[in-house]
């Protein structure tokens, strides 16, 4: 009686499991760009979670571009991921210590603790700073947070202790320079020495020059908020203006020659592995699912119907709001916007450079829908002098 009982609940979360599987067609989409701003080349953070410093170091390369008025593409600037990451891991070790663990550590974070690095300690280029100090090819830090996370939830939680001593800063730098290597003082570029923060001045970076934009109504608007996420964990703040507005300060600031660092939600069956992300309606497929019981549960073959553009979700300001207060709308990814294209159908996309490589369709690139971006953006970083007018009248910034 046991094992048929067994059998039967595994049959049932077999059946559910398998319930839940949906395949999603998508027309060949052909897309024609409208407008596009210069971007370094795509990069692959591969297996670790650091799609925070690889979109906004992409974002802070094009701003160089720009601010230098470079033309020449081999002379595209190239920054060191893991000289931000090293920076931001060893700051975090100090927070989570200051509040005896009580803070998420872990490799996310948000594009504004990138620009806190470049602040505080300057940048450096790949060239002088690779990070890669642990045998291979492309980032793998499962080792690394495992071992850092230990340790420093060791030293803010040894039991009895009331007086830390002198060395545990020491112990989280060692773990860092094991993995990651010794983080150079000075470094040549085109036969010019630099520190970090001379680097810094010298390619024109201003990080108290960017803002953050979101739009969530669980705060007043054109007020400034620290969004509640574990990625956040600096607690920096955005300022909250209307998604209408939100997405115009995306437009011009792209129709302006700039480009955006862009934190979202990607978790939507709509963001696809081939450079697509769209705001699937998937109630809609659900009712257009009707057909025979294999293809219930493994799809149709491929070609045989043609596929329409799927029905998306018109996203509004209740929409991000409520998937905000019941978390299928999360911190989950950062990425760069630098474009606009529309498709065969005359619908608007932007222009996203991702952190996974040369991959998908598109080369590592994606074309989001604009309703994808209105409905799963958590934030934008841009330079201020980017924003509208009228915004920045509103949010008091000149």
Not at 41 to 66: A, D, H, M, P
Not at 108 to 135: F, K, T
Not at 240 to 260: C, I, Q, R
Request: net charge negative; aromatic share 12%.
């Amino acid at each position: 009686m046991k094992k048929t009982l067994i059998i039967a609940a595994l049959a049932l979360v077999a059946f559910s499991a398998q319930a839940q599987k949906r395949i999603i067609k998508f027309p060949d989409y052909k897309f024609t760009t409208d407008l596009q701003n210069p971007v370094t080349s795509v990069k692959n953070q591969y297996r670790s979670g650091t799609c925070w410093v690889f979109s906004t170091l992409g974002f802070i390369e094009s701003e160089v571009i720009r601010i230098n008025n470079i033309k020449d593409t081999t002379a595209y600037p190239d920054f060191s991921d893991m000289y931000v990451v090293y920076k931001s891991y060893l700051d975090r070790c100090e927070k989570y210590v200051r509040l005896d663990g009580n803070l998420t550590f872990a490799a996310g974070s948000e594009a504004d603790d990138v620009l806190h690095i470049i602040e505080d300690y300057g940048i450096v280029p790949e060239s002088a700073y690779s990070g890669m100090n642990y045998g291979t090819e492309l980032p793998e830090q499962a080792e690394l947070d495992a071992a850092l996370r230990g340790y420093i939830s060791a030293v803010a939680k040894v039991p009895g202790k009331k007086q830390l001593t002198t060395a545990w800063k020491n112990g989280a730098e060692g773990i860092l320079k094991a993995y990651l290597g010794e983080i150079p003082e000075n470094f040549t570029v085109n036969g010019v020495s630099y520190t970090p923060a001379s680097y810094r001045d010298a390619l024109k970076i201003k990080p108290e020059d960017y803002v953050s934009l979101t739009s969530f109504t669980h705060h007043p608007f054109y007020k400034e908020f620290a969004i509640e996420i574990c990625d956040n964990w600096r607690w920096d703040k955005a300022w909250n203006v209307p998604l209408d507005e939100l997405m115009a300060a995306l437009d011009a600031a792209l129709k302006a020659g700039y480009t955006v660092a862009w934190g979202a939600d990607v978790s939507e069956e709509g963001f696809t592995r081939d450079g697509l992300a769209i705001l699937v309606d998937t109630k809609e497929l659900t009712k257009k699912s009707a057909g025979s019981d294999q293809e219930h549960w493994v799809g149709k073959a491929e070609g045989t119907e043609d596929v329409p553009a799927p029905k998306e979700i018109v996203a509004d300001q209740e929409f991000r709001q409520k998937g905000f207060d019941n978390k299928t709308i999360t911190d989950d990814h950062g990425m760069q916007i630098y474009g606009i294209a529309h498709d065969q159908f005359g619908n608007k996309y932007y222009m996203v450079k991702n952190s996974w490589g040369i991959t998908g369709k598109y080369n590592g690139h994606w074309y989001a829908s604009e309703n994808f971006v209105k409905g799963q953006t958590i934030d934008f970083v841009m330079h201020k002098d980017a924003l509208p007018k009228d915004i920045k009248k509103k949010i008091g910034i000149k």
